[in-house]
């Protein structure tokens, strides 16, 4: 980063030694390795094919919750292991908070396709993403959770 350094003063050293401060991140590109061998021995293929079963079981599973919409494909159209939708009446915020405190993580919110939102009349949407670390008994608590989210804020609205 230095080529000199005085009581009085410092001496930048060139490009692009002048922004390499400290000692690279090694046990970074150890575990960034021992990810890649992990996911090669898996097979990139596979991991693909177990998410977007996962989102396909999701959105069966969403399109049985009433007034659930869904943007993207439709079950038995091509896709990717991501689910997104809206519950009629409940701000994608909102429901992600009630899933949040259920230990749920989902996206929500325009994800930056705001002009998209606007022709679709919609707020934003809700997002589901699957992986590979991800099981069929965490889907059954996700949809079970989205259940529980839809009735409680319509039970709101009524009362």
Known sequence: MIR??????ATWNTLPWKFEAGTPHVAGAVGLASAIDYLDRVGMKAIQAHGTALAEEAAAGLLKIPGTTLYGPKPGEVRGPIVSFTCDGIHPHDLAASLDEEGIAIRAGHHCAQPLMRRLGIA?????SFGLYNTSADLKVFLEAVTRAVELFRSLRRG
């Open 124 to 128: 934003g949407t809700a997002r589901a």
């Open 4 to 9: 000199e350094v005085w009581p009085e003063t």
